[in-house]
């Protein structure tokens, strides 16, 4: 029963990535790019981690110089990369396909997992894999948009990247848990080395205007957008590769979003789901509940 507490971690986090839609809208339009609203985020979530750190324990904030080798793997070529991979990818392709190749994830994850962890590649897994890629395909809503898909060689790439860069950072977050870092730890630094590479990439005026023009409200909004978009989804899913298999949190990371982004779009942008996009939910769904039952020998 335990076991399955943990899964919900990634679930939950994968759900908490999907709202990512509804804060970048407003930045968007704004005419912010995206380094500065990756760095809106990093920041503010940065923030506060440490002050929460440093209220709650400062042992949280020490670190050994001869790991700081595992957060920049965390942090540069983890949350960095495939940020900045798949913002790439949706420029150059249209977002329903840049989400598909993101989804493709867990088969990276499961790869190196088997080569760094020794996690075993099972049939159960692999299946899983593709009912959960066969879902968040339908979802994403590309096959109600095929008339309208951009393509791209670059834009295929990049997508692919942010997938690979995603199971790097389920890597090297792992390994880091394996020294015995504290997820609290392994977060903060990880922001911390992407803030490094993005703070002189970040238009601070557009920022700073963006603040000024509704102090109280803006400020809230960014604070949420750290939270929810950062703090939390990072927070839990790092959580769970403590007790959880690596390609079963990236499976149900990956198959949390569109469900999440799908119920977003409604809510929030009107944006009513086709019959195809809740079939694909639905065999979403169907995957999570497969890796929800009790006899589970495969992991």
Same mark, same amino acid.
């Given at each position: 029963m335990r076991h399955r507490l943990f899964l919900v971690l990634p679930l939950l986090s994968g759900a908490l990535f999907g709202s990512v839609g509804v804060f970048v809208r407003k930045l968007y339009e704004f005419g912010m790019d995206n380094s500065t609203i990756l760095t809106s985020r990093i920041f503010a979530a940065a923030f506060i981690l440490l002050v929460g750190l440093w209220i709650y324990d400062k042992t949280l904030l020490k670190i050994r110089w001869r790991d700081l080798w595992l957060f920049v793997g965390t942090g540069i070529l983890g949350m960095l990369a495939l940020n900045l991979c798949y913002n790439e990818s949706i420029h150059r392709v249209t977002l329903s396909f840049a989400a598909v190749l993101l989804s493709m994830a867990p088969i990276f994850v499961m790869i190196l997992a088997a080569i760094f962890f020794k996690e075993k590649i099972t049939l159960y897994k692999t299946g899983l894999i593709f009912l959960a890629l066969l879902g968040c395909f339908l979802a994403s809503g590309i096959l109600d948009d095929l008339g309208q898909i951009r393509w791209s060689s670059s834009g295929v790439l990049f997508g692919l990247g942010s997938a690979f860069f995603y199971a790097l950072y389920s890597?090297?977050?792992?390994?880091?848990?394996?020294?015995?870092?504290?997820? /609290? &730890?392994?977060i903060f630094?990880?922001?911390l080395m992407a803030l490094i590479i993005?703070?002189?990439?970040?238009?601070?005026?557009?920022?700073?205007?963006?603040v000024t023009v509704a102090p109280a409200e803006n400020s809230v909004f960014l604070l949420l957008h750290a939270l929810c978009t950062s703090v939390l989804p990072y927070l839990l /899913? &790092?959580?769970a590769l403590n007790r959880v298999d690596t390609?079963?949190?990236?499976?149900l990371a990956s198959s949390g979003e569109p469900a999440a982004a799908l119920l977003f779009g409604a809510v929030f942008f009107s944006e009513m789901p086709t019959v195809i996009t809740a079939g694909g939910v639905l065999i979403v769904i169907v995957a999570i509940a497969l890796i929800f039952r009790p006899s589970r020998r495969h992991a």
């Open positions: 890597i090297f977050s792992k390994k880091a848990m394996e020294r015995e870092y504290n997820v /609290y &730890t392994v630094y990880s922001l993005l703070l002189p990439l970040t238009d601070w005026a557009k920022l700073a205007s963006f /899913y &790092t959580a390609s079963i949190a990236a499976i």
